[in-house]
C-alpha cells in the first residue's frame, strides 16, 4: 500500500502546475484525501482535503480562491492544480490519506514545488 505523488517541478511566479497522487494497493472511496506541504524552516500545513465521497472539500485561506483539489476515483488518484503560484507555495508538497472507517493513514514521500523567477 502506497501513495505516489508527481507533478512537481520548478515553475515562474503566476505560472502553474497539477500535481497527482496515485494510491496504489487500497480501496480509494474508503479514504479522504489531503495534500499538506512543508517548507523549509517551516512546519508541514494542510493544504486542502476532499472527502472520500468527494461531497466536502476545504482549502487553507493561504491556496483557496488559486488551488483546486479533485479525484478520479476510476484512477485512484487525487490532483492538486495549483494556478497563480506565488513564490511563498515553494515546498516538498505531500499526499495524505486517511480511512475514516479504520482510521489508518498513509503519507507519500512527496514532491517538491519550486516557484522562482
Known amino acids: 500500500v502506497q501513495l505516489v505523488e508527481a507533478g512537481g517541478g520548478l515553475v515562474q511566479p503566476g505560472g502553474s502546475l497539477r500535481l497527482s497522487c496515485v494510491a496504489a494497493?487500497?480501496?480509494?472511496?474508503?479514504?479522504?484525501m489531503s495534500w499538506y506541504r512543508q517548507a523549509p524552516g517551516k512546519e508541514r500545513e494542510s493544504v486542502a482535503t476532499?472527502?472520500?465521497?468527494?461531497?466536502?472539500?476545504n482549502y487553507s485561506d493561504s491556496v483557496k480562491g488559486r488551488f483546486t483539489i479533485s479525484r478520479d476515483i476510476t484512477k485512484s488518484t487525487v490532483y492538486l492544480q495549483m494556478d497563480s503560484l506565488k513564490p511563498d507555495d515553494t515546498a516538498v508538497y505531500y499526499c495524505h490519506a486517511r480511512s475514516p472507517y479504520s482510521g489508518m493513514t498513509l503519507w507519500g514521500k512527496g514532491t517538491l514545488v519550486t516557484v522562482s523567477s
Open positions: 476532499i472527502s472520500n465521497a468527494g461531497d466536502s472539500i
Open positions: 494497493a487500497l480501496i480509494f472511496s474508503d479514504f479522504h
